[in-house]
T-cell receptor
Framework: QKEVEQNSGPLSVPEGAIASLNCTYS??????FFWYRQYSGKSPELIMF????GDKEDGRFTAQLNKASQYVSLLIRDSQPSDSATYLC?????????FGAGTTVTVRA | GAGVSQSPRYKVAKRGQDVALRCDPI?????LFWYQQALGQGPEFLTY????????KSGLPSDRFFAERPEGSVSTLKIQRTQQEDSAVYLC?????????????FGNGTRLTVT
């Protein structure tokens, strides 16, 4: 079992809808949680990080963390075609970031 | 420079050749990581440096892989006797501090193709 699991997708949503991405992790000692966006052929780009249980909002993005369930999610509101990318969930307990395989999102115009 | 710089962007090697991949991190960043990303997968950890010290090399797939960061800045990942399974994108990332909540900044990667 991989340390970080994500829905493989692809996830297709209409423009303006909410895209919901899920991630679970196996290491209960994980302390920091990140969402990266990766466009095809490009490097990962940090879009959100969350350290405490609950919700964290930044513009159209909301990250949710539930450490008891070992679950972290990302919501993208008012999805735009420019949000079409692969979203990588990453967790760390010390210094090493472990990534999921990513969920590919396609926003239909 | 403003970001993490990697070179070359693309490298084609014949099986058995040695390759060297370079990473120039953001100035002042203490931590430097190398990751390997296969097509359709997330990045997989290879190795970690804190300044010039290689503190973790547990992710290096074999003894053909070697990384160094002799002056605590530029890092080189060397792969000896390349094999087809080494074909991947190699990502370098740096962060300002040693703590686990310091975000990683990634370079654009080197796409290695072994023929």
């Amino acid at each position: 079992q991989k340390e970080v699991e994500q829905n493989s997708g692809p996830l297709s949503v209409p423009e303006g809808a909410i895209a919901s991405l899920n991630c679970t992790y196996s290491d209960r000692g994980s302390q920091s949680f990140f969402w990266y966006r990766q466009y095809s052929g490009k490097s990962p780009e940090l879009i959100m990080f969350i350290y405490s249980n609950g919700d964290k909002e930044d513009g159209r993005f909301t990250a949710q963390l539930n450490k008891a369930s070992q679950y972290v999610s990302l919501l993208i509101r008012d999805s735009q075609p420019s949000d079409s990318a692969t979203y990588l969930c990453a967790v760390t307990g010390d210094y090493k970031l472990s990534f999921g395989a990513g969920t590919t999102v396609t926003v239909r115009a | 420079g403003a970001g993490v710089s990697q070179s070359p962007r693309y490298k084609v090697a014949k099986r058995g050749q040695d390759v060297a991949l370079r990473c120039d991190p953001i100035s002042g960043h203490v931590s430097l990581f190398w990751y390997q990303q296969a097509l359709g997968q997330g990045p997989e950890f290879l190795t970690y440096f804190q300044n010039e010290a290689q503190l973790d090399k547990s992710g290096l797939p074999s003894d053909r892989f070697f990384a160094e960061r002799p002056e605590g800045s530029v890092s080189t990942l060397k792969i000896q006797r390349t094999q087809q399974e080494d074909s991947a994108v190699y990502l370098c990332a740096s962060s300002f501090s040693r703590t686990n909540n310091s975000p990683l900044h990634f370079g654009n990667g080197t796409r290695l193709t072994v023929t």
